[in-house]
């Protein structure tokens, strides 16, 4: 099943630097091109958040191995962390937003890339975080206004931060911050050499191609449905069925629907809310990233403790 997964994500990889490439050809045929942000959070709500619509298996997994035979302690706590967040969001945002951008580079980085890296050592951990800053790291270098824009719209006003990030951006760290991301793409890709570790590279520069020619907004939501979400899709797709992939995808899709749904209608819902007061774009970017901040703890929180117990058990 290993070398299966790096088989078919070697081809996603390449299939979707191919679609970088063709879809940055646009912004020389087609003038001021752009895509709605309501086009990406539809996205975002039915590709993007998809791979995670299967974490009330993972939990109900968990509860057996901690033997807490009542499943519904998992959807309370799940709920709790995740409503949580939000609260915190809103009282502390600078500080949410911080450990949101550093939890997320690490999520990322070892989504990505864990299926080529066996080995759980602390220094491929800190790879995965460094590799995994890249996504963080370029909208803001090659879109700094734009990127501190979308800071303000959820609702991060400490200007001791954005000075912080002013002096990061004209004294050249940033750039220096990528390269080090780069060195760390290229460490990953030397550790135990195979063709399939050129998955590692494509994806380089397939974000590097996104942040340069689009927006934040529509470069995250290319990379986080379309690359991010569908190889994590694929390994779930195979551990329900290893033998036929048409048949462990409509498996998934059976499975998660349901949480795709429900997590859509309450966006749908909290969206209609919010635009009663502000205009529908800041709706829209507080709903996509402060949302996704939600899921987004409660997931990883998950996968550790599953990954964690498991290892115990063996």
Known sequence: ??????????????????????????????????????????????????????????????????????????????????????????????????IF?????????????????????????????????LIILAPIYFHFDETINIFKVLLVNNENFYYLLDFIETNNILLFSIILSTLAHIILFGKNFEIKKFAIFFDYFSILILNFYFSPLLAFTVYFCFLHSIR????????????????????????????????????????????????LDISILRIIFIGLASLTFPHILLEYLLEKNEKQRN
């Open 101 to 133: 951008l550093i939890v997320a580079s690490y999520h990322f980085g070892k989504e990505d890339t864990q299926f080529l890296i066996i080995a759980n050592s602390y220094s491929n951990q800190i790879l995965f975080f460094i590799k995994g800053s």
């Open 232 to 279: 994590h899709s694929i390994t779930l797709i195979l551990e329900l069925d290893n033998h036929d992939l048409g048949l462990g995808f409509k498996k998934f899709l059976k499975k998660a629907l349901p949480l795709t749904i429900l997590t859509a209608i309450i966006s749908l819902i909290g969206l209609y809310f919010l635009n009663n007061t502000y205009n």
């Open 1 to 98: 099943m290993e070398n299966k997964i790096k088989k078919i994500n070697l081809k996603h990889s390449f299939i979707f630097f191919l679609f970088c490439n063709i879809f940055s050809l646009l912004t020389f045929i087609i003038n001021d091109f752009t895509i709605s942000p309501l086009i990406c959070l539809l996205l975002i709500l039915s590709i993007g958040i998809s791979h995670g619509s299967l974490d009330n298996i993972k939990g109900e997994k968990l509860l057996k191995i901690l033997k807490i035979n009542n499943n519904s302690i998992f959807y309370l706590l799940y709920s709790l962390i995740t409503v949580a967040v939000i609260v915190l969001w809103i009282i502390f945002p600078t500080i949410c937003l911080i």
